[in-house]
Each structure stands twice: as C-alpha cells, then as structure tokens.
C-alpha cells in the first residue's frame, strides 16, 4: 500500500466535513432566523362556523377563557344576515366578546354587536358597566359574503374596538379589577329568536 497515497486521500476527506459541517450549521442558524423573524406572518386563523337555528337564541357553543387583553377576529356573513323582524329590527345581536372583573356578562361585559337595520349590515358596540347597558355606537356597515377584520383590546378605564380601519372607545367601570375572561360567542336578539338559520363564519388566530 502507498502509504502517502492514502494518508493524502484522507486528508482531503477529512478536510471536507467541517466545511460540510459549517454549511448545516449556517442553514439551521438561516432556517431559525426566518422562523422566528416571521411568527407574525406564519400565524394561522381557525376557522368555526356558528350556526343560530330557526327559532333559538343561541348556537350552543361551549365557553372558552379568553387569556389575553385583546381578542382579534375575522368575520364573514352570508344571506342569512337579512332578515325582517318589525318593530324590533334595532335590536341588537351579538357577535363576538368577553365578560370581565369575574363577573357575569350581564354585569360587566363587552362585545362587538351586529344588526340588519335600514336595509344594511351595521356593526355595533354592546358594552354592560356595572348591570347598565351603554347605548350602543356604530362601528361600520359592512356588505355580505366578504370577510373583514377587527379587534378588540381591554385598555385600562377602557374598551377599544376596531373595524374596518375605524376606532371607537366605550367606558369601562372605574371598580373593574383584571381577572378570568370568558368568551362570548353568536347570538340572535334582543327579545326575538332567530327567524330562519343564521350562519356565521370567525376566524380568531392561533399559533402552531
């Protein structure tokens, strides 16, 4: 055997696995750069479809905990959002929120609101402080079949909704102290149950 011959084929070898090692290496550190630097644009939406039948109130949705200071949301109505109810068209039904200071929803409470009122879609703010109901702001008016985004953010003494670009603010009680927050989902009225089927899609986003 040709001992240099072959101590020299070695050594080349030998010479090619850190430089192989160092390429891995960069790719890993290049693939978590990226991973953490996009955590934003890799989180995903959940999609639930709410489902109000004739006749109810309710879609029968289990509670969830809200664990943050802001819930953020997607929403998409179909024609099943018009609907004709006389007198009582004002009323308000109720889209997405969360009670607040460990108490009932009718106590302390905010969500964002929805009706079929003057021939449109309108979107609303439904706020209790203290077993009062606030009188209700207009969000937006929004069209059918379309989804669109908003959020909603517990900010000291107050609540801020957004939607569609568009900001309003409504007062939170002075003696409201930070505690468990469920969550509150689709409902129809006021005083009138659903008259036909109401459905309802909502994103909320999660991260894998």
Partial sequence: ???RKWSGEYSKQNNTAPTNMKIKLIQIIITAIFLCGCGKILQEWKTTKYIIPKGEYYTGSLPQFLTSDTLRFKVRFNE???YDIGNNQS???KLIGFS???ENHHENSARTGWRWFTDRLQIVSYVYNDS?????QI?????INQW??????IEDDWYVFHFQNVEIREHRTA???RGIYYMLFPTFGGNIRAPHEIKILIQTPYKR
Wanted: proline letters at 3%; a negative charge; glycine letters at 6%.
């Fill in 1 to 3: 055997m040709n001992f």
């Fill in 80 to 82: 099943s959002a018009i």
């Fill in 91 to 93: 009323d308000i039904n």
């Fill in 100 to 102: 607040d200071c460990n």
């Fill in 132 to 136: 009062i109901r606030v009188p209700e």
């Fill in 139 to 143: 969000i937006a008016n929004i069209g």
């Fill in 148 to 153: 669109f985004e908003g959020d909603m953010i």
């Fill in 175 to 177: 003696k409201c102290e």
